[in-house]
T-cell receptor
């Protein structure tokens, strides 16, 4: 069974541009979580989607947004990119309960 | 927001030694999870704890859910080089809420 897959693996963008990151959850999982991991730091909660609805949002500005599609895959969009947005963006999925399984992440670099 | 205090920040130990790390919070958590992250990878779930006082093992790893519901610890016995990585605790305040992560413990093992 395939795990959580994220694309692209690496993304380089210029300040002010927009970035779109994609996540496919484990088959059958309905919840998708997005986390930001800046270099050397812990995981900061961004967004949680379940059954197509946004359930919770972390302390990030509105230019961080996303959605979940009917097949439970998800997109994270970051508008008006800033240098400090450079980080590893991790997606995780769960079926029910808190046991979340992570993908390998998308390394976003803003130059 | 809810904070998880994870300690130690880093450890450099000799192969074969036992390791202990812990997480504490001022809030009561419903669930505690422990993850390990290898360089360039997403976190991998090691152990999940659901009841106060619960002690659970996964091979050489043992984790406990504190009686007060405000702490958890992870022990690794007889460490080996492949134990190297960053270990994160994560807690869920109540069912359906987001996971909150500790800052991580960096483990290095000397052969």
């Amino acid at each position: 069974e395939a795990g959580v897959t994220q694309s692209p693996t690496h993304l380089i963008k210029t300040r002010g541009q927009q970035a779109t990151l994609r996540c496919s959850p484990i088959s059958g999982h309905t919840s998708v979580y997005w986390y930001q991991q800046a270099l050397g730091l812990g995981l900061q909660f961004l967004l949680w989607y379940d059954e197509g609805e946004e359930r919770n949002r972390g302390n990030f500005p509105p230019r961080f947004s996303g959605r979940q599609f009917p097949n439970y895959s998800s997109e994270l969009n970051v508008n008006a990119l800033e240098l400090e947005d450079s980080a590893l963006y991790l997606c995780a999925s769960s079926l029910e309960g808190p046991e979340a399984f992570f993908g390998q992440g998308t390394r976003l670099t803003v130059v | 927001g809810q904070q998880l205090n994870q300690s130690p920040q880093s450890m450099f130990i000799q192969e074969g030694e036992d390791v202990s790390m812990n997480c504490t919070s001022s809030s009561i958590f419903n669930t505690w999870l422990w993850y390990k992250q290898d360089p360039g990878e997403g976190p991998v779930l090691l152990i999940a704890l659901y009841k106060a006082g619960e002690l659970t093992s996964n091979g050489r790893l043992t984790a406990q859910f504190g009686i007060t519901r405000k702490d958890s610890f992870l022990n690794i016995s007889a460490s080996i080089p492949s134990d190297v990585g960053i270990y994160f605790c994560a807690g869920q305040l109540w069912y359906g809420n987001k996971l909150v992560f500790g800052a991580g413990t960096i483990l290095r093992v000397k052969s």
